[in-house]
């Protein structure tokens, strides 16, 4: 078993998907100010939904600066790229775990009609 587990990661790894979202990736984890950017926007939202867990109301200024600060972060085209590729390689394993979830599921490997009745008819669902 562990042997095909390989070769699916094998295959995976060729596909020209693959190559560009790690590419996007591996420039953004080189780019000290990306990440650094990157981590201050991740604590700023962490601030935000810890304070609305604990019932403050946030205000408009603070929503609005994170607006900003999200916006500033995405207009860096290796910050930008980075979060497009994060959400590909997410879509990719996503994808293959409908698959594999799929195959246990039926006993047999899953056919592009096995997913049909299950599609969300809004494409980010991966059967499509």
């Known amino acids: 078993m562990l042997d095909k587990t390989r070769e699916?990661?094998?295959?995976?790894?060729?596909?020209?998907?693959?190559?560009s979202v790690r590419q996007r990736i591996d420039q953004?984890?080189?780019?000290?100010?990306?990440?650094q950017h990157y981590q201050e926007?991740?604590?700023?939202?962490?601030?935000?939904?810890h304070k609305q867990q604990q019932g403050v109301e946030i205000s408009k200024e603070e929503i609005e600066a994170f607006e900003k600060?999200?916006?500033?972060?995405?207009?860096?085209?290796?910050?930008?790229?980075f979060m497009e590729a994060q959400d590909e390689a997410f879509k990719m394993r996503d994808q293959v775990a409908q698959y594999?979830?799929?195959?246990?599921?039926l006993g047999r490997v899953p056919g592009e009609d096995d997913?049909?009745?299950e599609c969300c008819n809004e494409g980010?669902?991966?059967c499509s």
């Open 8 to 19: 699916l990661c094998e295959t995976i790894i060729q596909q020209p998907e693959f190559d």
């Open 28 to 35: 953004f984890l080189v780019n000290d100010a990306a990440r």
């Open 41 to 49: 926007l991740n604590e700023t939202g962490e601030h935000l939904h």
């Open 69 to 81: 600060q999200r916006q500033d972060f995405l207009s860096n085209p290796i910050a930008k790229g």
């Open 100 to 105: 594999v979830g799929k195959t246990f599921e």
């Open 115 to 117: 997913f049909e009745s």
């Open 124 to 126: 980010g669902c991966g």
